[in-house]
């Protein structure tokens, strides 16, 4: 291959790698976490209360100094299922779990009491400095001994890192296939929260109200699964999941205070949305049936597990499970269409199965990737890195996608001066006294980045 040909290609490789804005915090082969001594780590192998294979991480939620991480209790040998690291710690890019809020709120009391953080998938925090924690209730679901404590959301206050409320859920809103694995929590007024619990298993939303500390139980046929979009396939591994209502994102408030839920079951190729007037009112939500409203396809093959709207930009992010990426579109536009969503990052090994995404208060994109598949159904390899954090300010996340913020119009002369600017200096160091070729060079570079963008 010529000195020209090479360059170009590697301007090509540039180019269409520009759309992945995000890097990589954290990542890990195995997690580890910060036991007491060497010696309780020691103990807790022996036993086998800690099998370091049998944790996975879930969920993330980042506030201030710290992020927070969930392992849940999968399999037998889980330590801690909520936990946190230290942002300001940069020592090492694979930090130990810190056991949230200690060690002592994830152990069995010797009365034989269920401890007081069973297995939460995934966790949110509010404007309000509390951390709310959806609790599945369930430990070792994948081996044949499997334990069930009541669901529930666990708040804690954020600034004390105190309990300041534990709800179980009622037992006529759990049903004998109830899984609740996501949350969504609106904080508009801190007196009155309100919570949006999941069920993927038994389609529905529980909604919890802090003011009144009560819940109710509200279901629609748009949280079920679609038979037609049940089958998977990631690295190799082809699976049917039934899930049922799973991503869920909230919109910042209109006028009257109310948000806009977007939702969609994680067996479907569809987005959804409510309004939340008429969830925090069970009557009112079975009085208005089409107040659910089908908002468009994300196409085939693009089943989607966690979703998130940041609130500043209107833009709901989510996975898209059997390609390896997360996806975006901007809440602003009437149309739910594939040429409206943007491609945020899409990698066959560093996002393989993106498990949570959150936006937090500096405005930072949040997402975890885990590899789930692939430990459920195969084996991981553990001398490969398997669990990623990644992170990218919100507007460099969107860049140069259809949910940029900037106008079309600035993004593609921009793209195209860029372009040229390339160009030119690609010439200038292969043939210094040549101008007849930079016209073939350029129009290939600029018509690669105008498909590039276009794809977005």
Same mark, same amino acid.
């Given at each position: ?21 995000? !890097? ?15 010696? +309780?780590?020691?103990? +807790? ?28 209790? %999968? ?16 020592? #090492? ?9 200690? %060690?002592?709120? !994830? ?33 070792? #679901?994948?081996?044949?001994?499997? #334990? ?61 109200? %802090? ?25 190799? !591994? ?90 975006? %579109? ?69 860049? !140069? ?17 860029? +372009? ?7 010439? +200038? ?28």
């Amino acid at each position: 291959m010529g000195s020209i040909e090479t360059l170009v290609l590697l301007q090509l490789v540039y180019i269409s790698s520009c759309m992945d804005q995000l !890097h990589i915090v954290y990542e890990w082969k195995q997690l580890d976490f910060q036991f007491p001594s060497p010696e +309780a780590r020691q103990l +807790a192998l022996d036993a086998k209360g800690f099998i370091p294979e049998n944790n996975v991480p879930m969920g993330l939620e980042v506030y201030e100094d710290r992020l927070f991480v969930t392992v849940p209790r %999968w399999r037998s040998g889980v330590p801690s299922s909520l936990n946190y690291i230290n942002l300001k710690d940069n020592s #090492t890019r694979s930090p130990v779990l810190v056991p949230y809020p200690n %060690w002592a709120a !994830h152990s069995t009391g010797l009365d034989g009491k269920p401890p007081e953080i069973v297995s939460p998938y995934r966790v949110r925090a509010d404007r309000c400095g509390r951390l709310w924690v959806l609790d599945n209730g369930k430990i070792a #679901t994948l081996e044949s001994n499997t #334990t069930k404590y009541p669901p529930s959301l666990i708040i804690y206050d954020l600034k004390t890192d105190n309990l300041l409320r534990k709800y179980v859920f009622p037992q006529d809103q759990v049903k004998e296939d109830s899984g609740f694995a996501n949350i969504a929590v609106e904080d508009t007024d801190c007196d009155k929260t309100y919570a949006y619990a999941g069920d993927l298993g038994k389609p529905a939303i529980v909604v919890y109200s %802090w003011e009144k500390n009560d819940s109710w139980r509200i279901t629609h046929h748009y949280f079920n699964p679609d038979p037609l979009a049940c089958d998977f396939s990631v690295k190799g !591994h082809n699976f049917s999941w039934t899930d049922a209502i799973f991503g869920l994102g909230l919109s910042a408030p209109n006028a009257d205070n109310f948000s806009t839920l977007y939702f969609h079951p994680m067996a479907s190729y569809n987005e959804f949305s409510v309004s939340t007037e008429y969830l925090r009112n069970q009557t009112v939500a079975d009085d208005n049936f089409d107040a659910f409203k089908l908002l468009g396809s994300r196409g085939p093959n693009a089943q989607s597990s966690v979703s998130f709207v940041d609130r500043k930009t209107g833009v709901l992010f989510y996975s898209l499970v059997n390609l390896n990426a997360v996806a975006c %579109w901007r809440t602003s536009n009437n149309k739910y269409l594939m040429k409206n969503q943007g491609r945020i990052y899409m990698n066959e090994e560093t996002m393989v199965y993106p498990t949570d995404i959150k936006v937090d208060y500096e405005d930072n994109l949040w997402i975890l990737s885990n590899r789930l598949p692939i430990w459920m159904y195969g084996k991981l390899d553990l001398n490969e890195v398997n669990f990623r954090v990644f992170s990218a300010p919100v507007v460099h996340a969107i860049s !140069h996608t259809a949910c940029d913020i900037t106008p079309r119009s600035d993004i593609l002369e921009k793209f195209v001066n860029k +372009a040229k600017n390339i160009t030119k200096d690609i010439v +200038a160091k292969v043939k210094p006294n040549s101008s007849t070729t930079t016209k073939p060079i350029t129009v290939l570079l600029t018509l690669s980045c105008l498909v590039r963008f276009l794809a977005t």
